[in-house]
């Protein structure tokens, strides 16, 4: 018991810490759309991550160990997920509110609940359905398609969520024996790759010190972001981790107000307040529905009955 709560704690603190990486990385990453396309602001930022991510892998010895091939799939799996959802998340906030996309971001929770049970089997209930269903809602109350202030951009956030849900769900299926700054590292590398492929179709921006400070932090930030990602996926129960991801919520507001003069308006808090309450809910009903499963598991233990999904195993 101690142990596990350690774990969780610690998978508490890898997705707080993770989530304000992440926070102020987007922000400055904004910042720097004052100056440089999306695609040059996006290579740079990755060539500078990638060098100190690869460094911080060698130092650990990551690539000593390797990836077992039944895995290498995943991680590639991983690796397209990031990529697409990193090029669509930035392109929307280059375009929108950073609040505004970073709300939307938030029903990947939600997201990912629905993602496992269409592609992993895991079992919903219909508590979590209807709780999914009614965050999705909140998401079409901050899109507001339709409406004068709706943003074309907005689709690209939404585009994101479903490529993010595959780099987490092929997270969860990597061994804890693969190294997180591997993983990394490998994910950095597919970002400069497939953004430098769009450099020749683009007008290069000079880079000056003035103008490559935000992105050399933002390269800083992203680094502990990506470790982070992996290690807080791979660190306690996933449902009592999660909600920390709601972090980046208050960290976008924040940033927002004081770097860009963006105040969320009624319908962005409306809809923010539902994709959370909705989130959360979700994240208890899995751990309900993981105690019950435990009890069920124990209790058929004392009593010598093989439960299905065991391989037979009598317990």
Not at 17 to 29: E, R, T, Y
Not at 101 to 129: D, N
Request: contains cysteine; aromatic residues 12%; proline residues 4%.
């Amino acid at each position: 018991m101690k142990t596990n709560l350690s774990e969780n704690m610690q998978g508490a603190i890898f997705m707080s810490i993770c989530m304000a990486a992440f926070g102020i990385n987007d922000a400055l990453m904004k910042l720097s759309s004052q100056d440089f396309h999306l695609f040059q602001a996006i290579f740079l930022r990755s060539l500078i991550s990638t060098a100190f991510l690869g460094i911080y892998a060698w130092k650990q010895r990551a690539f000593m160990i390797g990836v077992p091939k039944s895995e290498r799939k995943f991680v590639i799996m991983r690796t397209v997920g990031e990529i697409g959802g990193a090029f669509m998340f930035l392109n929307a906030i280059f375009h929108m509110p950073i609040a505004n996309a970073s709300a939307i971001m938030q029903s990947m929770p939600l997201a990912i609940t629905l993602g496992a049970a269409i592609f992993l089997k895991e079992p919903v209930g219909w508590r979590r359905y209807l709780a999914v269903s009614i965050g999705f809602a909140g998401v079409m109350i901050i899109v507001r398609p339709g409406s004068e202030g709706f943003n074309e951009y907005s689709l690209f956030a939404l585009g994101s969520i479903v490529l993010i849900v595959l780099r987490d769900l092929s997270t969860r299926k990597i061994s804890r024996t693969v190294p997180s700054s591997m993983i990394s590292f490998y994910t950095s590398v597919g970002i400069t790759l497939a953004s430098a492929v769009t450099l020749p179709f683009i007008e290069w921006t000079p880079v000056t010190l003035s103008n490559g400070a935000p992105l050399v932090a933002a390269a800083m930030f992203l680094i502990v972001g990506y470790v982070l990602s992996v290690s807080s996926m791979r660190v306690g129960d996933i449902g009592f981790v999660s909600p920390f991801r709601y972090m980046i919520l208050l960290w976008s507001i924040i940033l927002g107000i004081f770097m860009f003069d963006n105040i969320p308006d009624m319908w962005t808090i409306v809809g923010s307040t539902i994709i959370v309450a909705t989130g959360v809910y979700t994240f208890y009903r899995e751990q309900q529905v993981a105690r019950s499963q435990k009890n069920a598991a124990r209790s058929a233990a004392s009593r010598g009955i093989v439960i299905p999904g065991e391989r037979g195993k009598r317990i």
